[in-house]
């Protein structure tokens, strides 16, 4: 499966995650590209919105993780600090992508600066800064889902 939208303002954001929500059952995995400022994580606060959540989603550019409680845990990584897959098998990130034992959903920003970590993805947000208001989602799922 592979959607596109094009989103004019945060509500479209938001209609958008009520939507891709409702697949989202553990254990699932998804990977959330895009440039600094497209909206990966107001796109993850709509999700946990969405999953059942009233934490404060904020960015975890810092901290590296944060979760969320939800109906079920929501593992919210950002890589964009980390320089390989090793450096987050270091700091034991490794085994959030396990799904024999994931209990909740993983969102993942900036995979691709651990790429070789995760192994079984199910959906890719792609997404693209058209305009400084304007973006476009590309939703990609299954084997089709990649970083690239």
Not at 23 to 40: E, M, N, R, Y
Not at 62 to 68: A, E, P, R, W
Not at 71 to 94: C, N, Q, T, W
């Amino acid at each position: 499966m592979k959607v596109q939208m094009d989103i004019i303002n945060e509500k479209q954001i938001d209609y958008f995650a009520r939507a891709f929500s409702k697949l989202l059952t553990p254990p699932k995995i998804v990977l959330l590209t895009g440039d600094l400022g497209a909206g990966k994580t107001t796109l993850v606060k709509s999700l946990a919105k969405y999953l059942g959540s009233n934490d404060a989603v904020t960015s975890p550019t810092f901290t590296l993780l944060n979760i969320y409680e939800g109906k079920f845990p929501i593992y919210h990584f950002d890589m964009y600090r980390l320089a390989s897959a090793e450096e987050a098998s270091a700091v034991g990130f490794d085994e959030y992508f396990d799904k024999s034992k994931l209990d909740g959903v993983v969102f993942v920003e900036w995979p691709e600066n651990v790429a070789g970590l995760i192994k079984d993805v199910d959906f890719v947000v792609k997404i693209e800064k058209v305009t400084e208001r304007r973006r476009k989602i590309i939703l990609t799922e299954g084997e089709n889902a990649s970083c690239n």
